[in-house]
């Protein structure tokens, strides 16, 4: 075993052999295993108590861990995605507000995105769903700030599992296997999706100015 979580202790250990990719996956699983734990989710959890953990609980990690935080999106760049330099992106808000992703791979699947609009949303009383038949996620078109982030990575991560072929209940290592290999493959294949997303997860004013454009 290269890493393991000693919770009496509050610490997470990692074999210093690992380097590079191997590091980064390994923290990575690490990471979701913790949220999970913390969340009370077990092998009898079902895919949506999974799916809002790993959402909720990536966004807590952001905002309580801004060292960490920079440190991973610079492995990430480094190592995933070369040249894209993510870290800067945690260091300091764009100028310009980047682009919503509106559509992004995962393995073999395209994803797209589009805007809901707020009465079909609030008539079937849901922030964002997504479509397994034609692989749309759909967000409400108000949707902001930090809740905005937290929905965006639910209803994709929905897509994650999709796309993994997972069924409703897992057991929780699967999970964790599964949301890690989607989350790296997520980075490396849409560089300018990840990068909108840290933008939005990291800084409090784009947080508060950013919002669903209805033509998106």
């Known amino acids: 075993m290269n890493s393991e979580v000693d919770f009496n202790a509050g610490v997470m250990r990692i074999a210093s052999h ?13 990471l979701i295993g913790v949220i999970h ?4 989710l077990d092998d009898a959890s079902v895919e949506e108590h999974y799916t809002h953990s790993f959402a909720t609980g990536l966004m807590e990690f952001v905002r309580r861990n801004p060292q960490a935080w920079h440190w991973l999106n610079a492995m990430l760049s480094q190592h995933f995605s070369k040249g894209q330099r993510f870290e800067r992106i945690c260091q300091q808000a764009p100028t310009s507000p980047l682009s919503l992703p509106v559509r992004m791979t995962i393995w073999h699947r395209v994803i797209r995105l589009s805007v809901l609009p707020a009465k079909a949303a609030d008539r079937a009383g849901v922030w964002g769903y997504y479509l397994y038949a034609d692989q749309w996620v759909h967000l409400h078109e108000q949707l902001r700030g930090e809740h905005f982030a937290v929905i965006f990575w639910h209803e994709l991560t929905h ?38 997303f840290v933008s939005l997860a990291t800084h409090e004013k784009v947080l508060e100015a950013v919002q669903l454009e209805a033509s998106a």
């Open 18 to 30: 690992l380097q590079g990719r191997n590091l980064v996956i390994a923290f990575i699983k690490r």
């Open 37 to 40: 734990y913390s969340h009370g």
């Open 159 to 196: 897509a994650f599992h999709h796309a993994a072929g997972m069924q409703d209940r897992e057991t929780r290592r699967r999970f964790v296997n599964a949301q890690a290999s989607a989350w790296l493959e997520f980075v490396s294949k849409n560089p300018g999706a990840w990068k909108w």
